[in-house]
C-alpha cells in the first residue's frame, strides 16, 4: 500500500513540476490546425494533405487544412506567428519562408525567431529547360552562347525572388553569364512563356513540368541538386560542369515560437513516422519530391545558413517586392 501510494505520489509531483511533459504525452487532445499559407493545388498544399492525412490516422486526432495564402505566404506565417504556442498551430512553408525576410521590407513577424521549424517534410529539385529553337544541349553549351551573346538570352520565373529566380541567379553568378531576367506572375505563365519561345531558358521545379518535358515542348539540360535525380537519370546536375553548384528548395513544418519542447519533440517523432511510410513516400514521389526528415536542432541550422544563402542572392539580384 505505501509503494502504491509513494508511486502516485512520484506521478503527481511529475505532472505539478513537469505540466509540459504531461501535456506532450497526451497531446493532441483536439484538432490541430495545419496551415497552408499557399492557395490549394500547389506542391505545399499536396504534401500538406498526403503528410497530415496520415498524421491523423497515426495520432488518431484531426489535423484540419487551412489555406491562408498571400505575399509568397507571409500572410499565413503572420498568422501562425501571432497564433498561441500550444502545437494546435502548425505551419507548412517553403524555402520562400527565407526569401520573404528580404524581399519584403516591413514584415510583421521576425523569420528565424518567431517559430520553430519541426522539420522538413520534402526536398525540391529544380531543373534547367531551354526552348527546343535553343542550339544548347547542355550547362557547357548554354554557358558558351550566353557569353557569345551577352545580355540577348532571356530566362523567365515565377517572379522578382521566386525559387527558379534565385536558382538560375546563382547559375548565372558561378558560370559568369550575362542574361537577362523577366519575372512572370507565377510559375504557370513563365512556363507558358518558355514553350512559346517568348523566353529562351528557365529553371523550375520538377513536379509541375513533368508533362512539357515528357512532352518535349521544353529541353532539359541539367538539374539543380548535387546529384543527379531517379526521375532523369540521364540528365546530369549542374555542378558535374560548374563545381559547388547546388541548389534544392524544400517544404517544412513549423509552430509558433515557445510551444514547449516536449511537444515539438512529439511532432517531429510522429512526423518522422509519417515520411517514414512507404504509401507516403509513394504518393510524394509521384509529385517528383523527396521525404526529407530533419530533426529541429538540424532544421534549425538549416534555416540559419540558408537565411544567410537568401540574403547574399537577394542582395545581388536586387530583387524586392514591397
Known amino acids: 500500500m505505501k509503494r502504491c501510494c509513494r508511486v502516485t505520489v512520484g506521478v503527481l509531483l511529475a505532472v505539478l513540476f513537469c505540466p509540459s511533459v504531461a501535456l506532450a504525452q497526451t497531446y493532441p487532445e483536439k484538432p490541430v490546425r495545419v496551415i497552408v499559407v499557399y492557395p490549394p493545388g500547389g506542391s ?45 498551430t502548425i505551419m507548412v ?79 548565372i553568378s558561378m558560370a559568369g553569364m550575362k542574361m537577362v531576367h523577366v519575372p512572370y506572375r507565377g510559375g504557370s505563365p513563365s512556363m507558358t512563356a518558355t514553350i512559346s519561345g517568348e523566353t529562351q531558358a528557365i529553371i523550375s521545379i520538377i513536379g509541375p513540368v513533368l508533362s512539357h518535358i515528357k512532352t518535349k515542348r521544353v529541353r532539359p539540360l541539367a538539374v539543380t541538386s548535387e546529384k543527379r535525380v531517379k526521375q532523369f537519370p540521364d540528365v546530369p546536375a549542374i555542378g558535374e560542369t560548374i563545381p559547388g553548384y547546388e541548389f534544392t528548395a524544400w517544404v517544412g513544418a513549423f509552430v509558433p515560437a515557445g510551444t514547449p519542447k516536449p511537444i515539438v519533440d512529439k511532432l517531429n517523432a510522429d512526423l518522422k513516422k509519417v515520411l517514414a511510410d512507404p504509401g507516403v513516400a509513394a504518393k510524394l514521389d509521384n509529385l517528383t519530391a523527396d521525404p526529407l526528415y530533419t530533426t529541429p536542432d538540424e532544421f534549425a541550422r538549416r534555416l540559419k545558413s540558408g537565411y544567410e544563402k537568401y540574403k547574399k542572392l537577394i542582395e545581388m539580384t536586387g530583387a524586392t517586392i514591397g
Open 93 to 171: 512553408q517553403s524555402a520562400s519562408h527565407l526569401a520573404n525576410a528580404f524581399l519584403y521590407k516591413n514584415l510583421p513577424y521576425d523569420t528565424l525567431n518567431d517559430f520553430i521549424g519541426v522539420t522538413m517534410l520534402i526536398r525540391q529539385v529544380g531543373i534547367l529547360m531551354v526552348h527546343p529553337s535553343m542550339p544548347v544541349y547542355s550547362v557547357r553549351d548554354l554557358i558558351a552562347l550566353a557569353k557569345k551573346r551577352p545580355g540577348q538570352i532571356l530566362y523567365g520565373s515565377a517572379g522578382s525572388g521566386s525559387g527558379g529566380h534565385l536558382m538560375m541567379a546563382q547559375l
Open 44 to 88: 505545399n498544399d499536396v504534401t500538406a494533405r498526403i503528410v497530415f492525412q496520415k498524421m491523423s490516422e497515426l495520432a488518431r486526432q484531426q489535423f484540419v487544412i487551412e489555406n491562408r495564402g498571400g505575399a509568397a505566404g507571409s500572410i499565413g506565417a503572420d498568422v501562425v506567428a501571432k497564433s498561441p504556442s500550444d502545437g494546435y
